[in-house]
């Protein structure tokens, strides 16, 4: 007996110190991969040698990149588009409402165009965009020209359309509908009961009790505001418009490039978003869900007579606007001729489709993408899963630190994490095998992916509850048997749908590794970023459609299978 | 009783409710007298959480009248349809439905905001209304805080703060545990009784429907099986469904013989049971062959002799004795049936033995098959 008890002791003590070797080797990979390019960014920032010298200290790019009025017209311009996060906010929380609360025709199929939405590259919407509403060829000007008047695409509320059309409203509408699906209607139901009619039900009960998701959603949206970039700098920049993060890019795209002010400007800019993320992670950490009980939610959807054709009819506007409108459009783009150019002698071709689909440039690309895409998204749920299940279910040590780290990647922009990372292959000589071959890019783009990865992972295994792993224990099953026939099976479907999300973040991704991608690894985003910057528009249509039969394969897939149990 | 001489509150005619080809309550009518308590009782899915709903105008009916006092609150035919916030009535969750951004107070001043009461009166019926629950003292708590049976008081208080026409209770005491369960129903009783409110009380529980019911409405498939006290309802069950819900049901085969004395039931092929001149109970003539007879255990006496059964008795075997400590239950076998009974302690039996009982024939209720 004894000395059963003191193995006993001697197996939790080796067990209490190896939770905090663990802790401190996840504690270790997780800070290299994140305060590498944060601490690359701000040497950088303070960088005062000539660009062919070695490092000296100096505030010049600190003091010529605030000094610049092009910097605060910048910061201006990201005030001002990031307003959309507000007007955003409004319409998804009555989308949301509707989808949820109302029983009305073609429910599912909208929720879905939503999903399609989400995962659609900004790219080629941006693209089919400029299209219909390009100040001289648009399809949509050319209609309105009797009538003498037009929009302009390239313009602050050109790029505020996109964003709140294919990004804003889809995304908080998905991330705010499980939230109102969890509240017990009878919340709701109880304050008509009281007299209150759907205003004072609304504004009184049902804001109150949603704001703090409401914040968090809205916070999320602010702070992928903040680094959106794509849209910015191809509506952007031919009219002279510069957010900060194009700002940033620009200063980089110099002959040569300007590094200590771009790396100064994105220090600042990495503060504010590790203050908002932090302040993010502190926010949702902390917020009960009150709202939620544990009991059987329950509720049907209301009956709205014929008021539901009218709200489903206005649904189906916006997601024929948002959706199917730009991708038909992409469609009709990629078989024209001349992008844009209608009143040509017989426009169509399918000409350069051939020419595409037998370029070997894009079956290259193609093969990155796959193998980029499913290599990402096959480690990352490895070692999301690896790091969520040590911060839910075990004792290591430093768990806040480790919580904390997870975040930082959210607060570095993809071109800063690309160009750290190019950095740090090229100058040391163990890592240069990264550069130039597919790892590179997976590792970046892991690391881009973390945050949301491993978020995710954290919910799927905080829902399920402790005893459901003790009792496999209990039945004598070793840990991993267990996590192999119990945990596994039970968050499989939340596995499926972290493998779809981090594939498509990966194909579809353009700022972090446009710095990192070269020809033999240029996967189809880049490819179709290098077309539409050299004026191939037709070419960047059939890729951007292309990317699009991914997303929509992708959305189909994670419905399927269940995301709503995810998100 | 009491219902019958009070005036008629609101009046319900033809309800219906389709869900998806699937009528969760069809045609539904009846009526609830002012100062009672009317519970819809019935298993779940019968659809009395539905009818409840029809009457707070959560749900809107397909088919059907509503009248709260004499008033029109919904006509299938003529398209009315008063909004739950017009109809003046009070509701209970299941849930509770406790708002978790909310003080205790601010959750009972609530209804009389948003009708626009004064100052001065909505903190006058605050207290009152906070008293009379038993939460005075907690007004500045936040709902989350308070226990499950807080909880459901705050929830009670909320809905009388404002003198509702009538309250409607949703299954309310069934996320309580047992024992405070017991404590809340009699509360609940005697706050009705104390201000003489009318209340709509949904349950499957057939104790609480027992408890606190001037009359039940026993539900099933969407349709009303029986309306009346727990008394009739218990004593002349319409439905065999209404008997086996409402108590305990012991059911036996039976079939109609006549011998030399006349008609009489006969179980398990020899005992018989004989209903005299004018017992004639009959559901359907005595050559109705094949029926079933139900009695409820307390019709059951225990016979303490040992001789052959008479006229109107049976044997069963004593299966198992559960001691209760003041009392025994006897678990028994016979006429292929099985059923409990209670018996008193001095009674001497031991596993296997086979009892005598005696039926009480004016009690057996008698169904076709």
Known sequence: ?567 | MQSSRSKVILNVQGLSKNYAGVWAVRDVSFEVYESEILVLLGPSGCGKSTTLRLLAGLERPDTGEVRLREKIIVDSKMGIFTPPERRNMGMVFQAFAVWPHMTVEEHVAFPLLVRHRAKEEIFQKVRRALDFVGLGGLEKRLSTQLSGGQQQRLALARALVYEPDILLLDEPLSNLDAQLRQQMRLELKNLQRQLGATFVFVTHDQDEAMTLAHRVALMRDGVIEQIGTPDEVYENPATLFAHSFLGTTIRFEASWIEDNDGPCLQLSGRYRLRFGPDGDRTTGSPTAGQVLATVRPEDLQIVAEKRAPKDNEIEAEVQDIINLGDRYEIALKGCDADFVLQAPKRLRVKSRDRLLLAVDPLRVKIWPR
């Open chain 1, 1 to 567: 007996m004894a000395a059963v008890g003191i193995v006993a002791a001697a197996g939790s003590a080796w067990r209490r110190s190896s939770w905090v070797w663990m802790g401190l080797a996840l504690i270790a990979i997780v800070s290299v991969i994140t305060l590498t390019p944060v601490l690359f960014i701000i040497v950088n920032s303070l960088n005062g040698a000539a660009p062919s010298e070695t490092w000296r200290f100096g505030l010049q790019g600190w003091r010529e990149a605030f000094d610049s009025t092009r910097t605060l017209a910048a910061i201006g311009y990201t005030f001002l588009l990031n307003l959309r996060a507000l007007l955003g906010i409004v319409i998804a929380f009555i989308f949301s409402w509707l989808l949820t609360r109302v029983r009305i025709p073609l429910g599912n199929f909208i929720e879905f165009s939503l999903w399609i939405a989400y995962f659609l590259p900004a790219l080629p919407l941006a693209l089919s965009w400029i299209l219909l509403l390009d100040p001289n060829y648009g399809l949509i000007n050319q209609l309105l020209q009797p009538l003498g008047f037009k929009f302009n695409i390239y313009s602050v509320h050109g790029i505020i359309w996109i964003h709140l059309t294919a990004s804003t409203i889809p995304i908080m509408t998905i991330l705010l509908a499980p939230v109102l699906r969890q509240m017990d209607a009878s919340l709701e139901e109880s304050a008509r009961m009281c007299g209150a009619g759907s205003w004072q039900t609304f504004r009184r009960v049902l804001i109150p009790v949603l704001a703090p998701a409401l914040f968090t959603v809205l916070l999320a949206a602010l702070i992928r505001g903040l680094e959106a970039f794509q849209v910015e700098l191809l509506l952007g920049k031919p009219v002279g418009i510069f957010v900060y993060a194009t700002r940033i890019y620009d200063l980089i795209q110099w002959e040569p490039p300007l590094f200590p002010q771009a790396m100064a400007l994105s220090t600042l800019f990495l503060g504010v978003l590790f203050l908002l993320a932090l302040f993010y992670q502190r926010y949702t950490s902390k917020r009960a869900f009150a709202t939620v009980s544990a009991r059987g939610v329950s509720f049907r959807p209301m009956d709205m007579g014929r008021a539901r054709y009218w709200i489903s009819a206005v649904l189906l506007i916006f997601v024929a606007l948002a959706v199917y409108l730009p991708l038909g459009v992409l469609i009709v783009g990629s078989l024209m001729k001349l992008f844009g150019f209608f009143n040509i002698v017989n426009p169509f071709s399918t000409r350069h489709w051939a020419l595409v689909l037998h370029d070997p440039v894009f079956l290259s690309a193609v093969q990155s993408s796959l193998v980029v895409g499913v290599a990402t998204a096959g480690i990352g749920l490895l070692f999301y899963s690896l790091v969520a299940y040590a911060l839910v279910r075990t004792d290591i040590f430093g768990k806040p630190a480790l919580n904390l780290l997870i975040w930082l990647p959210w607060a570095i922009p993809g071109i800063l994490l690309g160009l750290a990372f190019l950095w740090l292959f090229l100058s040391t000589r163990a890592l240069s095998v990264f550069y130039g071959s597919y790892l590179g890019l997976i590792v970046v783009l892991l690391i881009k992916e973390m945050p949301i990865g491993v978020h995710m992972m954290k919910t799927a295994f905080v829902q399920i509850s402790d005893e459901l792993e003790q009792v496999g224990r209990v039945c004598g099953a070793n840990w991993f048997y267990t996590y192999r026939r119990i945990m596994l099976p039970l968050i499989a479907p939340v596995l499926v749908s972290i493998f779809a999300i981090v594939f498509m973040g990966a194909i579809r991704d353009i700022d972090t590794i446009i710095l990192i991608g070269t020809a033999s690894t240029r996967p189809l985003s880049l490819l179709m970023m290098e077309y539409s910057m050299a004026g191939e528009m037709q070419a960047a249509a059939i890729l951007g459609v292309i990317l699009s039969l991914f997303a929509i394969g992708v959305a189909l897939i994670s419905r399927r299978i269940g995301l709503r149990s995810a998100a």
